[in-house]
C-alpha cells in the first residue's frame, strides 16, 4: 500500500510545480513601474536634442529655399535684362521648377516679395548697394525707377525669430 503513495508523490510534486511556474509567468507592478520611469528619464532628455535638431534643419532648408530663389531672380535678371513681375515668373521661364515651400510656414503663398525701393529701404545706409535713378546713363541705356522694377528679393513671411535671435522676415 505504501509503494502506490509513494510513486504518486513525485507525479504531485511536478503538478505543483507546473501550477506554481504558471503564476511567475509575467512582471510585477513593480518591474513595470522602474521600466517606464527610466523610459520616460530617457525621453525627457532625448525630447529637446530632437526638437532643437528639427529647428535647426528647418532653418538650414530656409537659408537654403532663400539663397536659391534669389539666384534665380539674378540669373534671370542676367538673361532678360529686368526683374521678373512675380515669382511665378521664375517657374514660368523655367528659371524654377517650382516655388518652395517656406519650411516655416509649411506653404508656398507665405514668401514676402520686394522690389527694389523695398529693398533699398529695408537695408541699412552702409549695406553697400547701388544708388539707382531714373536718368539715363551714359551708355545709352535707362535705369530702372525703383518703384517699378519687379521683384527684387525674397523674404520669408514666418513669424518668430531663428536660433540666432534674428526675425525671419530679415533674412
Do not use: C
Amino acid at each position: 500500500m505504501l509503494l502506490p503513495l509513494l510513486s504518486l508523490q513525485p507525479r504531485l510534486a511536478a503538478l505543483w510545480r507546473k501550477r506554481a511556474d504558471r503564476h511567475r509567468t509575467g512582471f510585477t507592478l513593480i518591474e513595470l513601474l522602474v521600466v517606464l520611469a527610466i523610459l520616460a528619464l530617457l525621453l525627457t532628455i532625448a525630447t529637446p536634442r530632437y526638437i532643437q535638431h528639427v529647428e535647426r534643419a528647418r532653418e538650414a532648408t530656409l537659408r537654403s529655399s532663400l539663397k536659391v530663389m534669389r539666384e534665380a531672380i539674378d540669373k534671370f535678371e542676367g538673361d532678360q535684362g529686368r526683374l521678373p513681375v512675380a515669382l511665378d515668373e521664375l517657374v514660368s521661364r523655367n528659371y524654377l521648377k517650382a516655388i518652395p515651400v517656406d519650411p516655416m510656414t509649411d506653404k508656398r503663398d507665405s514668401w514676402i516679395v520686394l522690389n527694389e525701393a523695398e529693398l533699398i529701404a529695408s537695408q541699412p545706409a552702409s549695406a553697400g548697394l547701388p544708388i539707382i535713378s531714373g536718368s539715363s546713363s551714359g551708355s545709352g541705356q535707362t535705369s530702372r525707377t525703383p518703384a517699378t522694377s519687379g521683384v527684387a528679393d525674397v523674404r520669408s513671411g514666418a513669424p518668430g525669430n531663428g536660433q540666432d535671435g534674428t526675425p525671419y522676415k530679415d533674412w
